[in-house]
């Protein structure tokens, strides 16, 4: 995973760590079995991250549109498995347009980088996340619980 970081920030690809390892990272959840990303709905970042793919030999794990601008501004979710390392982590979904948060921009300007097993990464807002996490899925409003109580605490 380590390597595919490095991969997207060498070819210039603008994304977020969205979700689980989010959630995780700022001490909201304790485990998530994926990466997920946010990607750039443009042509450069996504052909930066075909390639950076390619560079650590990633390939398709589940039903996955052909990875191309026009899919990631319809909000198509794309599925990829990557070499294991030493996390254990090797499943990575991408999306470019996630439900509830705007584009790209505004949400990157909001962003924290913060210091990973990967390297130093841009990772959604709070703000941001929480949105994210308005789902259906019941365990999700235990991790926005914790997000708001975080993000309390360091404003206090």
Request: glycine fraction near 8%; proline fraction near 6%.
């Amino acid at each position: 995973m380590r390597s595919f970081f490095r991969s997207l920030e060498a070819r210039g690809c603008r994304y977020l760590l969205i979700s689980g390892q989010a959630s995780v990272l700022y001490g909201a959840a304790v485990f998530s079995e994926d990466v997920d990303l946010w990607v750039e709905p443009r042509t450069a970042s996504v052909r930066a991250l075909t390639l950076a793919l390619r560079d650590v030999g990633a390939f398709v794990h589940k039903l996955t549109p052909p990875l191309e601008t026009s899919h990631f501004r319809r909000g198509h979710g794309f599925h990829f498995r990557l070499p294991g390392d030493a996390t254990g982590l090797s499943f990575l979904d991408v999306m470019g347009r996630p439900p509830r948060v705007g584009s790209l921009g505004p949400a990157l300007r909001r962003a924290s980088r913060l210091d990973t097993a990967w390297g130093i990464l841009p990772v959604v807002a709070i703000q941001d996340l929480v949105e994210l996490k308005k789902t259906r899925r019941p365990a999700d409003y235990d991790i926005i619980t914790n997000l708001a109580t975080i993000e309390l605490a360091a404003k206090s």
